[in-house]
Every structure is written in C-alpha cells, then in structure tokens.
C-alpha cells in the first residue's frame, strides 16, 4: 500500500513550450503550499507529467517515462495531465503506477486533485476525449533569471487533417488582455527580461474575450520592464500585414519568426487542408525580408504527408530552397487515429519518410550556416543565461542566433552588445 504523506514532487514535461509554462504554474502551486520540488531523476513522492500526442513518438516517451518513474520509485503516485491523457486516459490510467489522470479541462484544479489523492489515497480517471474541452488554465513559466514563456491562447479550430491537437485541446480561447498584462508585469517584477508569447494558435487570440492580437501585442508593449518579447510558433495566415508594420516599428518585438508551412506543394496543403498556399507563404516572407533583412525565419515541414510522392517532395525542396529560412524544423508525419489522414490512400513508407527527414535536415544545416554568415561582424544584443558548461555562457541575440562567450557571473541576464564572430 502506497504511503499518503508527502513532502517531494518532481514534474515532468513531455511537450511543448505550452506545456512547460503549465508545469511551471503548477509548481509555484505546490511550492506555496510546503511540496519540496526536486528534480525528475530522483526520488520523489509525486510526479506529476504534462505530455504531448502530436505523434506516436510522443505517446511512446509518455510510456516509457511512466514505466522509469514507476522503477525509479514504486511507492510514489504518479499523476499524468496533458494531451495524451486527454485522448488516451484509459490507456494510461491502466499503466502500473499511474493513481491519476488529469485531462486538460481540470488543469486548472490539479494541484486539488492531487493533493487529495495525496491526503485521502483517492484516485481515479477524470479525464474523457468526449468532453468539451472549454475551460482556460492561465500560466507562465518562472524560475529562469532570463525569459519566461507566457500562455496568451490555449485550444485551436482549424482541424488540419493530420491534428489531433482540436480533440486534446479543445475550441480557441483565451483570457482578457488586461489579465495577461498583469502577468506580464509579475513576471518582470522578478527581473525576467525576455517574455515569449505561447499558445496553441497564438496568432488566433481574441476569440473568446472580442480583442485581437495586434491588441494584445500594444498592450504588452506597454510594460517597459520586459525589455524583450519573443512571438511563438503562428500562422502564416495570422500574422497580418498590420501586426507585421507595427513590429516593424516596435523593438521590443524582437525579428524572430516561426512560421508553419508544412509543404510546399500545393497539393499537399489542400490534402492538409492548410488556411494558405505555397505563394501566401511565400509573400509573407517576402514581406518580412523587405523591412528586417536580419529577421530569423524558422519554419515547420511535414515529411512524408499521404500522397507525398517524389514529384511534391522536390516541390517542397525546391520552394525552401527559394525560400532559404533561417532553419527547418522537421517532422515525419505520424497518423494519429480519429484524423482524417490517417485513413487516406497513399501512404508513405516510414523508410521513405526518414530519407527525406535526413535531406531536408542537411538542407537545413545550409540555410543556417548561410544567415550565420549573413551576421557575421554586425552589432547585436545578447541575453546570457545562466548555464554554465565547458567554462562557457550561451545566450540569444534578437534574431535567435546561439552565442558563446566564457562564463562572466556578472553578465548573466543582462543584454551585451556584441559582435557577431
């Protein structure tokens, strides 16, 4: 029988950014009310895990963590939130080890659960893919004297055909903007100079409160204290024209970009049913490069979609080869049950889809040699974190290129101008 006084809690973050800023809220939480947080590769009483299911590796690492957490420390509870427990509950529920399964409507109410599965030994499944998911958990990651990732939106209703993020996640939405302005300045109250702006759709925020993003963004311009704001992954179709002069003209908004594009074949996006083309995508860009020739570029493709034959994969390459971003960041596509792709025709062999990730990473390795090179000798602004390895301190300049300079205590979250070497 497992012991129900607790005193240590790790948490374990298995997704994204989103993810990360929920943990962290969570752990402030349990921090206020006596928990010790220790880190995830030790004993604890509690672990609690945030996972991801946007592909089938995601929900292997989720299983996998499970099983190392349950022989790290048997006696413990293990509590598992997030999106695979929202669309696989029973499947986990059922794991040897795991007491409670946290779907994301209740996010907001796990430290209770928890506790009184911790105070009580209750402990079942609360979690359904049938619920509709409508409920917002507001977070901000803390802990990091440097930047910190602030939930702005959670949910999405596009329905790509290869997403299961509309079933974990639930409808768009968000909270007020005077809420997040808030945040934002107990955020910078820490010292935190750089604020990343998070979500499941960014760029699709106002829907539930009748703001806009461009509002959200003169709004969080306003607080002086954050020196440094940073826009997550968003939409090629959201990222407006009129949000894209204004940051033009707003520093504090820094040229960095992360723009979806998934294909760059025609056909595939409308098999995607993606909300754009090759060429929206590529004005896009265009537009950008006009106003910020420095501004890093990174975008998202998806290797191996149904129907990705030879012919739309060089239209890919061939488009980012024109394109010439800053970076790729590539996924094989994975079929996800209850997505429409995942019962389409021509399916593309896993052989064939690790082939294509590998030219594609090479090509990627290209275009970030090329905008190092771009940058090389020109003054930019760097915000050195804390980590030390090698006798080495690492920080990011405005337009996200990686630099090392030696440790320097006194230099750590504070913004260096610098040549880029």
Not at 84 to 103: P, R, S
Not at 135 to 143: K, L, T, V
Request: aromatic share 10%; with cysteine.
């Amino acid at each position: 029988m497992k012991e129900t006084i607790f005193k240590r809690v790790a948490f374990v973050n298995l997704g994204c950014k989103l993810n990360f800023s929920e943990i962290s809220t969570w752990a402030r939480e349990f921090m206020t009310n006596g928990f010790e947080r220790v880190n995830e590769r030790t004993i604890a009483d509690l672990y609690v895990i945030n996972t991801c299911s946007v592909t089938e590796q995601a929900n292997k690492k989720c299983r996998q963590t499970i099983r190392y957490l349950h022989r790290l420390a048997p006696s413990a509870h293990i509590v598992v939130s997030g999106c695979y427990a929202q669309l696989n509950a029973k499947e986990i529920y059922e794991m040897e080890g795991v007491d409670l399964v946290v779907g994301n409507e209740q996010k907001a109410e796990l430290f209770s659960l928890a506790t009184n599965l911790l105070k009580y030994g209750i402990s079942g499944c609360y979690t359904s893919s049938t619920e509709e998911i409508t409920s917002f958990f507001p977070a901000y990651s803390s802990g990091d004297r440097t930047r910190s990732f602030l939930k702005v939106q959670d949910g999405c209703d596009y329905h790509c055909t290869y997403c299961t993020v509309p079933l974990a996640r639930g409808v768009s939405r968000n909270i007020p903007i005077a809420q997040l302005v808030e945040q934002a300045k107990t955020i910078a109250s820490h010292g935190i100079k750089e604020v990343v702006l998070t979500g499941v759709n960014t760029g699709d925020f106002g829907k539930s409160t009748g703001e806009s993003f461009l509002d959200l963004l003169i709004s969080l311009a306003a607080v002086n204290e954050v020196k440094r704001w940073r826009i997550s992954s968003i939409e090629p179709n959201l990222i407006t024209l009129d949000i894209l002069e204004w940051m033009f003209q707003t520093p504090s908004f820094l040229p960095h970009f992360h723009l979806p594009l998934q294909s760059g074949s025609n056909t595939i996006l409308a098999r995607m049913k993606r909300r754009y083309n090759r060429e929206f995508f590529a004005n896009r860009v265009k537009f950008i490069r006009e106003a910020m020739p420095h501004a890093f570029i990174g975008v998202d493709v998806i290797v191996g979609f149904p129907g990705e034959g030879e012919a739309e994969f060089e239209e890919t390459t061939s488009f980012l080869s024109q394109l010439s971003p800053s970076f790729l960041h590539i996924f094989p596509f994975s079929r996800r049950i209850n997505t429409p792709a995942d019962s389409f025709s021509l399916q593309v062999s896993h052989l064939e889809k690790r082939a294509r990730v590998a030219h594609l990473t090479k090509l990627s390795d290209h275009f970030y040699n090329n905008f190092y090179n771009l940058n090389r000798g020109r003054e930019e602004e760097v915000l050195f974190e804390a980590k030390e390895r090698g006798g080495l301190m690492s920080g990011f300049t405005r337009n996200y290129l990686k630099i090392e300079q030696p440790f320097q205590k006194d230099k750590i979250g504070e913004i260096i101008k610098i040549i880029v070497p």
